[in-house]
């Protein structure tokens, strides 16, 4: 399977990346963003690849190949960049790319329950190798108080039928444990699938963003990765940001803004940039993508 990376000519040409700079692409992913930079600049750009999915690393490694370049891999979440970089005795770098989308991989492969459209279990965790401490989908809708898994689908999914839908969520589970993706769809079909008639997008789709989003706690990672990003990043450097929702855009919009204000960034796009006509009917899921950049100061 083939993963196509979003914006991803716009993103990079955005970075305005020169022999001899240091990038990193805090979000792997299948490595297409990695491997466009690399095509272009061989091994005259260092790349660091960080992603919480060890499995990013050969999903690269296999599409770079024989092809020489300065690649280094890290399995870490984006928002601990400063740890990494430190690690590396890396003190700044010259631009830092975010995709911000989850990737087919996860989508199609993962089997840890991203899509409504495959029965796996209930996980939604961006990691492969779980521990008894990290969260999951399973546990927020099988013990979280109503009102609290109410609030996550609101508040992260946009979701206006979210209180029928976590009233729902406690009755059923009061009757049987919801293990599988499919046991949850079921649910919020049941609760509000009629209100969705005639719509195109599926009744299951806002909730299931909601809990993934709250079990990788990609609001506020989202938020440490600009702010600690943005101090690794030397003057001059760039950074590239692709949001799928409007809960994301507005975050990196306001943060971005908040830098301008302050005087230490400059604001390369008045408007994000989205997909031309061409790439979303190549890659239907690159339609609600945005990509935003900024130039430190």
């Known amino acids: 399977m083939t993963h196509i990376s979003v914006l991803k000519g716009e993103s990079i040409d955005g970075l305005a990346i020169k022999e001899g700079d240091t990038i990193v692409d805090g979000t792997l992913g299948g490595g297409g963003h990695t491997f466009e930079m690399i095509k272009r600049w061989d091994n005259k750009i260092k790349i660091i690849g960080l992603d919480l999915d060890i499995d990013a690393k050969g999903r690269t490694l296999k599409l770079i190949g024989d092809v020489p370049c300065d690649f280094t891999f890290v399995n870490a979440g984006f928002q601990d960049i400063d740890k990494v970089l430190e690690n590396l005795s890396i003190k700044e770098v010259d631009g830092i790319l975010l995709d911000l989308g989850i990737s087919s991989f996860q989508l199609e492969v993962a089997g840890r329950g991203f899509s409504f459209l495959k029965d796996e279990p209930l996980l939604m965790t961006m990691k492969k190798d779980l521990t008894p401490d990290d969260l999951t989908a399973k546990e927020i809708v099988n013990t979280w108080e109503e009102e ?61 963003q909601a809990l993934r989003i709250a079990v990788n706690s990609e609001i506020s990672n989202l938020e440490k990765v600009i702010d600690k990003g943005f101090n690794c990043l030397k003057k001059g450097g760039h950074m590239s940001i692709i949001s799928f929702h409007s809960l994301e855009d507005r975050i990196v919009k306001r943060a971005f803004v908040n830098l301008k204000e302050k005087g230490l960034a400059r604001i390369i796009t008045k408007k994000p940039i989205i997909p031309k006509d061409e790439e979303i009917k190549d890659n239907p899921r690159s339609r609600s993508s945005k990509l935003r950049l900024l130039e430190k100061l």
């Open 148 to 208: 609290n898994i109410a609030d996550v689908i609101y508040g992260f999914g946009e979701e206006k039928y979210s209180r029928k839908i976590a009233k729902k969520i406690v009755e059923r589970r009061g009757e049987k444990e919801i293990e599988t993706t499919f046991d949850l769809v079921k649910i919020i079909e049941d609760a509000v699938g009629g209100h969705y008639k005639g719509l195109r997008i599926h009744p299951a789709t806002r909730t299931f």
